[in-house]
């Protein structure tokens, strides 16, 4: 058995922003490429006025029906990581954590997924520190 693929997608932002074509929506995507099916990772602030950050997953996607994907980067394939683990890790990163769109926001949070997985020994640090070689550019510094 070869492993599942984690992938991180981008997709525009909500056409509310001001300028959609310059910002980005991140979610992480993590599928088993045998069956060509998997399970997209996200967050969003909670409420207008409820500043959380609330963590959400849709289930049984096929990389192809992922709508509006504007990039994709390959963290890393051929993982033993299963979606109990990435749902654990999701909420325990998302629980009682402030949502801010532009310091504490999608990027940040995926990024702050992959590195609880590097410390959970799901995922290596070289990973993680490949992403900007693969063309994963934040619009926040975090390296």
Known sequence: MPGMTLTLITRPQSAFLPDNTAT????????????NIGTVYQVAKE???R???????????????I??????VVVASGLHITHD???DVCRRVAYNRPF????????RYCM??????????HLDQHMISALWTK???PLIGNR
């Open 135 to 137: 063309g994963f550019t």
């Open 51 to 65: 500043g959380n950050t609330v963590t959400n997953h849709r289930e049984m996607v096929r990389p192809q029906d």
């Open 24 to 35: 980005a929506h991140w979610s992480l995507y993590l599928w088993d490429p045998d069956l």
């Open 47 to 49: 409420s207008y006025f």
């Open 112 to 121: 702050q997924v992959l590195q609880e997985l590097v410390t959970g020994g």
């Open 67 to 72: 709508a509006a994907v504007s990039a994709s």
């Open 100 to 107: 801010d769109l532009v310091r504490n926001n999608c990027q």
């Open 85 to 87: 683990v990435m749902r």
